[in-house]
């Protein structure tokens, strides 16, 4: 009778005990769920991170790594997890000269750059962070390492340093052509006098002749390099697109003809006012003329095209001089095109660049200096100029300015 009566409880604690374990196992399945949300919440946030991240252990093995780090290195994230750093990481050379053993050692941060280079690709610089994981005891466990592209930022340092060294050089040049201008000027004028001189042959005048102009080629020179050096600020003025065109045509038309160079213009501007720094317009037009003459040769063509590019509601350049000056601007004016082409050898399409630069030139005789003026007065402008290749067989450049 016992026995019957204990069966009753025996069933309720059996029951009580699995209901404390379905409400335990149900406890684990909420914290399992709630690990792996924050689980996956952290990859997420790891993986959002723009800059590359990368966890390596004492045996340097891979523990964690984010996408941008495996876009980096071009690999797999099965691939390189829990294999060794070298498999993602962009340092190379012996594991001592690794910065991530010397945070392992020494326990404290450190920074490192390293340049990738590519047989496809330019040059890529990264810096790299180095930061110790410590454990309860205090010991590095793992070295977590954020990794930046900075090609950018070592482009920029790049070209400053060359801008500083640009400087120098100018002011340097500056200093002696105005020296060597004095000097010139002076020689020239005593050239000049003993060309009058009576006594004088025939011949002894035409020497002394070529040598007054050899004088005034080399100040034409020295003026290029003073006003690369030290450009004068823009004097804008209003005119007629018609009189700048006649301005640098009566300029360089002469020299065509002497050279039996064929010139064409097609004006397409009209005679709507614009608003210029006419001498330094002039002056830029014109050497890029000059160079398409000297490109086509005798029997060959050069082609001066002047047209519109854009128009003021597109171009927030021409809405900024419509409110400067919006009683000379006209209201249909857009951006000022100019193009130059020539049926010369034209310009290879791996120098295209570099012929922009001060001091570069193909010509035996070249200072580098006009393009590099040229290209001085259309950054003033806000412009921009470029090289194609032209319908004529040789070289085409084209300037677009606002006006």
């Known amino acids: 009778m016992s026995s019957k009566e204990n069966k009753p409880e025996s069933t309720g604690d059996a029951a009580h005990l699995g209901n404390a374990l379905v409400k335990m196992s149900r406890r684990w399945e909420t914290s399992f769920d709630d690990l792996k949300s924050a689980h996956d919440y952290m990859n997420n946030l790891v993986d959002s991170i723009e800059e590359g991240l990368i966890v390596i252990d004492t045996d340097y093995r891979i523990t964690n790594i984010n996408r941008s780090a495996l876009a980096l290195a071009g690999r797999d994230y099965h691939d390189v997890l829990f294999g060794p750093c070298k498999a993602a990481c962009l340092c190379e050379g012996a594991r001592e000269d690794c910065p991530a053993s010397r945070v392992f050692q020494e326990k404290q941060t450190c920074r490192a750059e390293f340049c990738v280079r590519s047989d496809e690709r330019s040059p890529r610089w990264f810096e790299i962070n180095f930061s110790p994981l410590f454990d309860s005891r205090g010991e590095v466990v793992e070295v977590v390492e954020v990794i930046r592209d900075i090609t950018h930022r070592r482009e920029l340092e790049q070209k400053l340093m060359h801008n500083d060294r640009l400087n120098a050089m100018g002011q340097l040049a500056a200093g002696v052509a105005h020296e060597v201008r004095n000097l010139l000027t002076s020689a020239k004028m005593l050239l000049q006098m003993d060309v009058e001189a009576a006594n004088l042959t025939g011949a002894q005048k035409e020497h002394l002749t ?74 830029a037009l014109v050497n890029l003329l000059l160079n398409a003459i000297q490109a086509a040769g005798k029997g060959g063509t050069a082609r001066f095209t002047v047209s519109w590019s854009g128009s003021p509601e597109q171009d927030e350049s021409a809405k900024a001089i419509e409110c400067l000056y919006p009683d000379k601007v006209n209201p249909l004016a857009r951006f000022l095109q100019f193009a130059v082409d020539d049926t010369g050898p034209g310009v290879a399409p791996d120098i295209r660049r570099q012929v922009f630069e001060p001091f570069f030139t193909t010509r035996a005789r070249g200072t580098g200096l006009g393009l590099a003026t040229v290209n001085q007065i259309v950054k003033d402008y806000g412009g921009s100029i470029s090289i194609e290749e032209s319908v004529l067989g040789g070289a085409r450049f084209v300037i677009i300015i606002p006006a």
């Open 210 to 283: 070529v040598a007054a102009e050899s004088i005034t080629g080399m100040e034409q020179k020295i003026e290029e390099l003073l006003a690369f050096a030290k450009p004068s600020p823009m004097k804008i003025q209003s005119l007629n697109v018609n009189e700048l065109v006649a301005l640098i045509v009566n300029q360089v038309k002469p020299v065509a003809e002497d050279s039996k160079v064929a010139f064409e213009l097609i004006n397409l501007a009209g005679e709507a006012q614009v608003l210029l720094d006419v001498e330094k317009t002039r002056a």
